[in-house]
């Protein structure tokens, strides 16, 4: 009998994490079923725990989900206490519920292992103070760039970010229209792209070697990643690796064997 995992969100169904998981059990012959939830937006908590109570061994949580997943879990890994959020839930060895964070672990291992990109002693910039940009400072800031600013909208909000990780590195805030560039490398972490919209940077943000990383993902290029490559930059990636890389940081803690990552993203580049 296969073992049991699901990706639980509202709502789920154009989720990938099937499809990913589904590609990783076959190459690495783990005995996997993989499942997609859609938990009522005031259900998730008692949809959890019913999952794991009939057996269930594991759950990415997508949104709106990720601070009730960390409300939930009872136990914490330093990543997910940082990120303030869960993404991956399993009962751990004694048979409590641990939350774990694999967004910025995934965010980082596609920029650097996948795209040979560079964090350390980079000025970089990183768009919006929500729930995914608080997911990822971390890992970005175990990187040691040399300066990381955080510009919203709201300043008040990239203000509370920065100091609440003020600690891990020069961080920094702004409002968008204030930031001053150029920047080696810019992450929008904002759902703009979703919305066919931009975060307002000046344009100076930005030069010929400016790295460009949208977080979302489409079969064609990103809103933000064409307005990027209108204004000059390099390169653009977007967060499509991500998706497989932090899928993959789920598999391993899951099933303790590390699934290869770039066959899963070139099939769902070509599908």
Not at 140 to 162: F, G, K, M
């Amino acid at each position: 009998m296969s073992d049991l995992y699901a990706v639980i969100g509202h709502p789920v169904s154009h989720s990938k994490s099937p499809l990913i998981h589904g590609l990783f059990a076959r190459q690495t012959g783990e005995n996997v079923n993989y499942i997609a939830i859609q938990a009522p937006e005031d259900g998730f908590a008692d949809t959890a725990r019913s999952f794991f109570r009939d057996g269930g061994c594991g759950l990415n949580v997508t949104v709106p989900f990720k601070q009730e997943a960390y409300a939930l879990a009872e136990r914490l890994t330093d990543r997910a206490r940082l990120a303030g959020a869960v993404n991956t839930l399993y009962p751990d060895a004694q048979g409590m519920l641990l939350g774990d964070n694999t967004d910025g672990v995934g965010l980082v291992t596609d920029l650097c292992e996948n795209n040979d990109a560079q964090v350390k002693a980079q000025r970089v910039l990183v768009l919006g103070a929500g729930g995914a940009v608080r997911g990822v400072l971390g890992p970005l800031l175990e990187q040691h760039p040399a300066e990381l600013v955080i510009a919203n909208r709201t300043l008040s909000r990239a203000q509370d970010l920065a100091k609440l990780f003020e600690t891990y590195g020069t961080v920094s805030a702004s409002e968008f229209s204030e930031v001053v560039g150029p920047f080696d490398l810019i992450i929008n972490g904002t759902s703009a792209s979703l919305a066919g919209s931009v975060p307002p940077i000046p344009s100076s943000a930005l030069d010929a070697n400016t790295l460009c990383y949208d977080m979302m993902y489409s079969q064609d290029t990103t809103v933000f990643n064409r307005w990027a490559l209108g204004q000059g930059a390099s390169r653009v990636i977007d967060g499509l690796g991500m998706l497989v890389e932090q899928a993959a940081e789920s598999f391993f803690l899951w099933r303790h064997r590390r699934p290869e990552t770039e066959p899963v993203i070139k099939a769902l580049r070509s599908s």
